[in-house]
C-alpha cells in the first residue's frame, strides 16, 4: 500500500509540474488578448465541433488580417471595404466602448464625434470586408465597457480621424486611464447609477432614485460561486483552446511585430 | 451569444453540471443563496446528509467550489475569507474548511462530493431524495455491494471457463517444456 500511495503521489506531483510548465509557456495574458478564441459558456450554444472549426478560421483570417491586441477604452482605426465609398475604402477612427460576441461573431463598438454628432460602428472582427485594423492608443479603462459615453460630453469621445498612432515601450504592461467621466445631466440612456461603474464622477440623483438604486442592489451576487462559474469557461478548458491555437498565434504575433519594425516603401509622388 | 468572464479564474468541477434550477423563493435570488448557505454549512458539519435531489445536486456546486477557492488562494486571501464568512453560517466551521478539508482534497483528481440518490418515502414524499457526502469521511460506505456476487450463475460460468482455459494453457506449457 505504502509504495502504491507514494507512486500516485509521485503521479500527482508529475501533473502538478506540467500543469505549472503548460501555464509557463500559455501566458496568463492570453485570455484577456483573446477573448474571442473563448466559446460562449452556455451550455446551450456549446458546441465542441462547431468551435473547433470557427477556431481554425479565425487563425486563417488573422494570418491575412492582423486584428491587433485592444481593450475597451483603445483608440481604434478600421480600413474597411465599402462599395459607397469614393475609392471603395473607407476608414474609421474612434474609441471602443464594447466588446461582445465569442468565435467568428466576435465584435467590437467604435465611437466617435463626426460633424458634432456621436456616431457608433459595430465592427464584426473577423469580417471579410475589414482591410485594416490598427490600434493608434493602447490602453484599459476602469469598467467592462464604456456605453456611459453616450451620456457624457462630446470632448470624451471625440478623436481626430488623423490621429497617429501612439507606441509602447517594448514589453511595457498596458496602461490603465484612470480618468472620470462626468455624464451630462439626466434624462439617461441607462440606469448608470445601478452599475456601479468606478470611470465616472459621483452622480447627482434625487432622493427618490437612490432609494429605487438600494432596493435593486444585488450585493449577494460576489457571492454566487455557481453563477460565476457558469458565466465563464474553467481555468482546464482555457489552457486546453489557448494550447491548441498558441504556436499558430504565436507565429502571427512575430511576424507582426517583423513587419513593425520594418520600414515601410512610400512611393515617392511626383510633384510640379 | 455571450462572451465569457475572463477576469476571475475558476477551477472546473469533477461532475455533470446540470443548468441553474430555479426554487420557488419568495425573498429571490437572495432566499435562493440562502437554502444553499443553511445546506453547506450542514455539509461541512455531518459530512453526509440525506434531502431532496434537486436542492443537493445545485449545492454540490456551490460546495466544490468554496473548497476550490479555499485551495487556490488560501486562509490568507482576503476575498476567500469573505466567501467562506458568507457561506459557512457556524463560524467555528471555518477553521474545519482550511485546517481539514484543504489538506484533504488538495491531491484529489476527483469531485470533493459524491451524490447518491436515495429512495422516497412512500406514500408521505413524492420528492426525488439524494444522500450528499464529503469524500474521505468517516462513515461507512453508502453504496450496497452483493456479497453473493460469485454465486451468480454467470459469475460461476465464467469462472469456470477461465479455469478450464487456464489448465489448457499450462497443458500446452509443459508439452513445450517435455519436447
Known amino acids: ?272 | 451569444m455571450n462572451q465569457a468572464n475572463v477576469e476571475n479564474l475558476v477551477n472546473k468541477l469533477r461532475y455533470n453540471v446540470k443548468p441553474r434550477r430555479k426554487f420557488g423563493n419568495s425573498d429571490g435570488p437572495e432566499g435562493r443563496l440562502r437554502k444553499f448557505q443553511k445546506t453547506l454549512t450542514a455539509l461541512i458539519k455531518y459530512e453526509r446528509l440525506e434531502l431532496n435531489y434537486r436542492r443537493a445536486d445545485e449545492t454540490r456546486g456551490y460546495v466544490d467550489q468554496l473548497i476550490f477557492e479555499a485551495i487556490r488562494h488560501g486562509p490568507e486571501h482576503k476575498e476567500t475569507m469573505d466567501l467562506a464568512n458568507f457561506w459557512i453560517l457556524e463560524k467555528q466551521l471555518m477553521h474545519k474548511l482550511f485546517k481539514v478539508l484543504v489538506p484533504r482534497y488538495q491531491n484529489y483528481t476527483t469531485s470533493f462530493t459524491k451524490l447518491h440518490k436515495a429512495p422516497n418515502i412512500y406514500p408521505t414524499i413524492h420528492y426525488d431524495r439524494a444522500i450528499l457526502e464529503l469524500r474521505g469521511n468517516i462513515y461507512p460506505s453508502v453504496e450496497q455491494y452483493n456479497q453473493y456476487e460469485q454465486n451468480l450463475l454467470h459469475n460461476l460460468l465464467l469462472n469456470a471457463a477461465k479455469k478450464e482455459f487456464r489448465m489448457e494453457k499450462y497443458k500446452e506449457i509443459a508439452d513445450n517444456i517435455k519436447q
Request: glycine share 4%.
Open chain 1, 1 to 272: 500500500m505504502i509504495t502504491q500511495d507514494s507512486v500516485q503521489e509521485s503521479q500527482n506531483n508529475k501533473k502538478a509540474k506540467q500543469n505549472i510548465e503548460q501555464r509557463k509557456a500559455i501566458p496568463n495574458r492570453y485570455r484577456f488578448i483573446y477573448p474571442e478564441f473563448l466559446p460562449d459558456p452556455d451550455p446551450k450554444y456549446r458546441n465542441l465541433l462547431r468551435e473547433k472549426l470557427e477556431r481554425m478560421d479565425m487563425l486563417a483570417r488573422r494570418t491575412h488580417v492582423a486584428i491587433p491586441e485592444f481593450y475597451v477604452g483603445s483608440v481604434l482605426a478600421v480600413t474597411y471595404s465599402e462599395p459607397h465609398a469614393p475609392g471603395k475604402v473607407n476608414k474609421f477612427v474612434g474609441i471602443c466602448i464594447e466588446r461582445k460576441g465569442s468565435g467568428l461573431r466576435a465584435t467590437c463598438v467604435l465611437r466617435n464625434m463626426v460633424n458634432n454628432q456621436g456616431i457608433e460602428v459595430i465592427y464584426e472582427l473577423y469580417d471579410p470586408a475589414i482591410q485594416k485594423i490598427e490600434c493608434l492608443r493602447l490602453e484599459r479603462r476602469l469598467d467592462s465597457h464604456l456605453r456611459y459615453l453616450r451620456d457624457a460630453p462630446a470632448e470624451y469621445s471625440t478623436f481626430p480621424f488623423d490621429m497617429e498612432p501612439e507606441y509602447l515601450l517594448e514589453g511595457a504592461s498596458v496602461p490603465v486611464n484612470e480618468i472620470k467621466v462626468q455624464l451630462n445631466p439626466r434624462p439617461w440612456l441607462e440606469k448608470w447609477e445601478r452599475q456601479e461603474l468606478k470611470g465616472i464622477t459621483e452622480l447627482q440623483l434625487p432622493e427618490r432614485r437612490i432609494r429605487k438604486a438600494k432596493a435593486a442592489a444585488t450585493p449577494w451576487e460576489k457571492y454566487d460561486l455557481m453563477k460565476k462559474y457558469r458565466e465563464t469557461i474553467p481555468e482546464e478548458d482555457q489552457n486546453e483552446i489557448f494550447n491548441e491555437v498558441h504556436t499558430k498565434l504565436h507565429e502571427v504575433e512575430i511576424t507582426r511585430h517583423r513587419q513593425k519594425h520594418k520600414r515601410a516603401f512610400v512611393r515617392p509622388q511626383k510633384t510640379g
